[in-house]
């Protein structure tokens, strides 16, 4: 893996915990030599997985609409910032640019970008895991809706089990090196890239 989207909250939530699994996920990312792909604000969990990424010597790319950046809540010293017109183009160059989708704790954005990956991966638009760092049992409620998806048959287990869940970003990061798609939901095209 070459690349991690990083999905999280722009604020930095009530639990201090949150703060401190950002910090150590863009710690890991830089490490590993792997980029983090991110939204580019400079405030909340997203700037402090930003900030210690690029602490630890890592290459940070984020990608931010314009009407975001002139409201001053862009990080200003990223390796790269794309700034795109709008937030769908945002979610789509995102994607384009990562080889996975991981959410640490946010709020309806981060819930909104990884179900979309996750459609997407469903589909086979593309093979790339998607998954959640869930510390303190933030995203349980959300496993719990989405198991119910399954038992009451809007959605195959499979499709259900393809979410990889982990305590911290270190066993997410784990499980994603070992990640095997289903095969798409129709059928219909071999999995590829469709950005």
Known sequence: MNSLCVYCGSSPGTDPGFMEEARIAGGLLAKAGITLVYGGGRVGLMGA?????????????GVMPADLVSQEIAHTGLSDLHVVNSMHERKWKMAELADGFLCLPGGPGTFEEIFEQWTWALLGFHAKPCGFVNLGG???????????????????????????????????LERFEAYVPPPPKWGVAPVEQRY
């Open 138 to 172: 933030y995203y349980d409620l959300l496993r719990g809706t989405i198991q119910q998806m399954a038992d009451k048959g809007f959605i195959a287990q499979q499709y259900v089990d393809m979410l990889i869940y982990a305590d911290t970003t270190a066993e997410a």
């Open 49 to 61: 997985v930003a900030d210690a990424a690029l602490a630890a010597g890592g290459r940070v790319v």
